[in-house]
């Protein structure tokens, strides 16, 4: 694909009034994720279609788990095998019965919806894809920056990955409520829908280019690696640009969230300079 020549025309907006419904079919935020204890309440919560954003299930348990396996995998929600003492220490105790379901703060949007968000801003797209980033204040301090910097939204796994819980929504100040979040199966293909609409990405990797050194005035995908391991190898293999930040100490890493931070924060100046210069 050939890189455009796009300028960056950006207006304030950090109210982003009515995006609940106009951009995510009725997105729900209540900032707290609950537990949902034993069977036929997990039962329940699914046929009522509960924002739920993961079920533990015992690996001793049979009977009407496997229904609920089955339901979870129907509606996208990841099932975690744990074993009992794991669920007795979640629920204090609690008869579980075999199984937790673990309330989300916040419903997931689709890839679309962040794309559609940034035509309808008028804007080229800018988006955050985090590949396996588990630690949960990582995450929400992500989301945090990703939303003041004018992200239109942050894609993230179903699997190794921290979610949209409690945690995450704390972290982010608030900022989740704001900010989209898409939870996919497979980064890689998501990288390659969003390369189909003409999105550049960007991955941070220490073998990479110097950040400051590359343009990304234009549409772009910046991919943030994990905490202990980076970027994924076929993650790392779609890039159209892999960057690094020079580091002049000993220590020859930054905290995910913080270096997230500081590659955000350079697409904003390039693109704002770039605006300017138009």
């Not at 608030?174 to 829908?193: E, Q």
Request: glycine fraction near 12%; include cysteine; proline fraction near 3%.
């Amino acid at each position: 694909m050939n890189k455009k020549e796009n300028s960056f025309d950006r207006k304030p907006d950090r109210r982003f009034k009515g995006r609940t419904a106009e951009y995510s079919g009725g997105r729900r935020f209540d900032g707290e994720g609950s537990l949902i204890v034993g069977r036929n309440p997990v039962i329940e919560a699914l046929k009522a279609g509960k924002l739920i954003d993961l079920i533990f299930v015992s690996s001793e348990a049979g009977g009407s788990i496997s229904l609920i396996c089955s339901m979870a995998g129907e509606k996208g929600i990841p099932v975690k095998q744990v074993n009992e003492q794991k669920l007795d220490g979640m629920c204090s105790g609690s008869s579980h019965q075999g199984v937790i379901a673990v309330g989300a703060c916040a419903e997931y949007v689709e890839i679309e919806d962040i794309l559609r968000i940034a035509a309808e801003r008028g804007e080229d797209p800018f988006v955050i894809i985090c590949d396996e980033i588990e630690d949960p204040h990582n995450l929400g301090a992500i989301i945090r920056t990703a939303e003041a910097a004018g992200a239109h939204g942050i894609i993230i796994p179903k699997r190794r990955s921290a979610s949209l819980n409690h945690t995450v929504f704390k972290t982010s100040a608030g900022a989740a409520s704001w900010l989209p979040v898409a939870r996919v199966a497979n980064l890689a293909s998501a990288v390659d829908k969003l390369k189909e609409n003409g999105v550049w990405i960007y991955g941070t990797d220490g073998g990479g280019e110097d950040y400051s050194g590359v343009s990304m005035t234009g549409p772009a995908g910046l991919v943030i690696g994990s905490e202990g391991f980076g970027m994924g190898r076929l993650l790392k293999e779609k890039c159209d640009f892999l960057l690094k930040l020079p580091m002049a100490g000993k220590i020859t890493s930054l905290n995910a969230s913080v270096a997230a931070g500081i590659f955000m924060y350079e697409i904003v100046r390039q693109r704002r300079a770039d605006q300017v210069k138009d």
